[in-house]
């Protein structure tokens, strides 16, 4: 209808005009406000991380300081929302869990919901990195049974949400620093993608001027599936069928190959790196060294790294440029650090989460931001009439 262009998946149709991340496809390259990812990874911390892309800048010692202890100070729950978890069936999934807590969030926070007030905005800002760990970790605790726990403001960022997910009541928990910086780089890599699937659905809801609360819970629900964020868990599964059907990974590609099958090789491909994506090479190597300090051969890895061998050599996945992507070794990682694999998808979430708020600040300050609306191409019936009875 007039001049509407057809881009089904908007493989071409840019929404917004963005300066917090920078991808070139082609090249590998990812950049979180001008800073090469790689460099981000080895050297800083999640919560640097996380004030770059929200606030533009990197902070200084004093800024972090005073980001790190607001953020800590807030990260108790209302203990109304024990509640809440008390109502999901026990073997509920995390991420459902985690979206339900985020909207029931902004019950409590009346005075973080509107978006023409920066106080409120920059409170839901604190308050949602503050206590999406907390939530996360009893979305968990609650599917195994366990006693939820109170954060700790001594601890830092990721050492206390480890302590909320693994310790108990009972006894000190006691914190691998080689765990705690591994988690800090996987939360680094996935902090922000530009306009993602689920970036994109928090842009979206945020255009119609919906609260930062209602905007990251259906965040979270556009990571849930199986072609985004959750294509971690996917890949664990997939490794654990090749395993425990002693399937080889030969004849597995071949299936996958076999469009008929319906079976994707997940873990694989991406939108716009066509060439290697830069996280899943760094994520590779931490792979590596998580799974031989834990001392024993793993049989999944050996699989994930038979099937990749393969499929780069393959015409089929080398004519499609389809290369690992960031999901395809961090489930091998969260598993070898005792996290079940229904969880994995909630660790990417609370990872993307500065990006959610990064980018629906940025759309709210956008003089030219205006409320999404995608037009269509009607292919339905023509008129016709009622019929006459
Ligand atoms: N296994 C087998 N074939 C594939 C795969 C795969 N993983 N990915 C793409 N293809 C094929 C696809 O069938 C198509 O073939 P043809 O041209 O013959 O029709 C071609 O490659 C192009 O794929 P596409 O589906 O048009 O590409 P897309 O940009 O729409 O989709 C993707 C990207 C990531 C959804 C897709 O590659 C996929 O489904 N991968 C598996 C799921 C996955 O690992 N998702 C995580 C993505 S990265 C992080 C995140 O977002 O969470």
């Known amino acids: 209808t007039g001049n509407t262009t057809l881009d089904p998946g908007y493989t071409n149709t840019a929404s917004c005009e963005s300066s917090i991340t920078f991808i070139d496809g082609a090249k590998g390259i990812l950049r979180y406000r001008g800073?090469?990812?790689?460099?981000?990874?080895?050297?800083?911390?999640?919560?640097?991380?996380?004030?770059?892309?929200?606030?533009?800048?990197?902070?200084?010692?004093?800024?972090?300081s005073e980001f790190t202890d607001r953020i800590t100070t807030r990260s108790m729950l209302d203990e109304r929302m024990r509640d809440l978890f008390r109502c999901f069936p026990r073997r509920s999934h995390p991420m459902q869990v985690l979206a339900s807590g985020v909207n029931a969030l902004a019950t409590f926070n009346a005075d973080a919901l509107d978006p023409h007030d920066p106080e409120h905005v920059e409170s839901a800002t604190i308050r949602l990195l503050a206590q999406m760990p907390t939530l996360a970790a009893y979305a968990y605790k609650n599917s195994v049974g366990d006693p939820f726990l109170y954060p700790q403001r001594r601890l830092g960022y990721v050492e206390n949400f480890l302590r909320l997910s693994f310790g108990n009541p009972t006894e000190e928990y006691e914190l691998d620093p080689a765990v705690v910086r591994a988690f800090e780089t996987l939360f680094?890599?996935?902090a922000d993608h530009e306009q993602n699937c689920s970036t994109s659905t928090v842009r979206m809801v945020g255009s119609s001027q919906a609260n930062m609360y209602a905007s990251v819970a259906a965040g979270v629900n556009a990571l849930s599936g199986p072609l985004h964020g959750g294509a971690n868990?996917?890949?664990?599964?997939?490794?654990?069928?090749i395993r425990d059907e002693g399937l080889d990974a030969k004849s597995f590609l071949d299936k996958v190959k076999d469009k008929s099958s319906g079976v994707k090789l997940m873990g694989f491909g991406h939108r716009v790196y066509k060439n290697f994506d830069p996280r899943a090479v760094i994520i590779k190597k931490h792979a590596h060294e998580i799974l031989s300090a834990a001392g024993k051969s793993n049989k999944l890895l050996d699989i994930a790294l038979e099937l990749e061998e393969i499929a780069l050599e393959d015409d089929y996945f080398v004519e499609r440029k389809l290369y690992p992507n960031v999901d395809f070794y961090t489930g091998l990682i969260?598993?070898?650090?005792?996290?079940?694999?229904?969880?994995?998808?909630?660790?990417?979430?609370?990872?993307?989460?500065?990006?959610?708020?990064?980018?629906?600040?940025?759309?709210?300050a956008d003089p030219a931001g205006k409320i999404g609306r995608p037009r269509q191409v009607y292919i339905g019936e023509p008129e016709r009439d009622y019929p006459s009875k």
Do not use: C, N
């Open 334 to 364: 969260y598993e070898a650090m005792g996290f079940p694999t229904s969880y994995f998808t909630a660790l990417f979430a609370l990872g993307r989460l500065p990006g959610w708020i990064a980018q629906w600040r940025e759309q709210l």
């Open 188 to 190: 680094i890599l996935h």
């Open 233 to 241: 868990q996917a890949v664990l599964e997939m490794l654990g069928h």
């Open 35 to 64: 800073y090469p990812i790689d460099q981000l990874a080895e050297k800083a911390t999640f919560l640097e991380v996380a004030h770059l892309l929200i606030y533009g800048q990197l902070p200084t010692d004093d800024e972090l």
